[in-house]
């Protein structure tokens, strides 16, 4: 079956859907690095996240590929491995404007569904459960308190990206209405997802909850 991880920036959907993936023998799938490529693309080009024809110019001579490896995935742009780029707080700023525009999600959608069509999948990002993938037989909405994931992001940056705890805490606000206000495919859960908070989980525990959920969903299956 197809597993479909949505929900806010910062809940720890890369981290959880890519440990569920490794149990159940799965591929892993993170919509999010193609459209934070797609981000690095338009920032090396000198294309502001306002420009909608010049993105869908620049969208349509990428070649955007997710690749498995030993130490999780790693995401080529045209060939060159930018999978560390792809995190800058440049990137991080932009991503959720760029990723509103129809011409950039139209062709990513496209190449997420065709990754998805042989099942055996867990894809995380904001629209898979509502429109990716909406016949997943697994949906998840996993989130988490602003301030829960401001600190997660807080302690993830290096001592040369530190920025103050309260300014991180408004940018995810921010993004989180950017994300759910956007006229393409908003940030929503799916009628039929099931939602975890991961507020006061660990992310073990919050894996153990989804593959529970598989699980159940397999038996009832059968």
Known sequence: MNVAIDGPAGAGKSTVARKVAEQLGYVYIDTGAMYRAVTLAANRAGVDPDEPDRLGTLISGLDIRLEPGVN????????????????????????SKVAS??????KLVD???KLASAKGVVMDGRDIGSNVLPDA??????????????LRRFQE??????????QLEQEIADRDRSDEQRVHAPLVRAKDAVVVDS???TVDQVVEVIIDLSRTKTAEAK
């Open 72 to 95: 999780g995935q790693t995401v080529l742009l045209n060939g060159e491995n930018v999978t560390e780029e792809i995190r800058s707080r440049d990137v991080t700023l932009r991503v």
């Open 101 to 106: 525009h129809e011409a950039v999600r139209a």
């Open 111 to 113: 190449l997420q569904r």
């Open 137 to 150: 037989e697994l949906k998840v909405f996993l989130t988490a308190s602003v301030q829960t994931r401001a």
């Open 157 to 166: 940056l290096t001592e040369d990206q530190k920025v103050p705890l309260a």
């Open 199 to 201: 507020t006061d989980l």
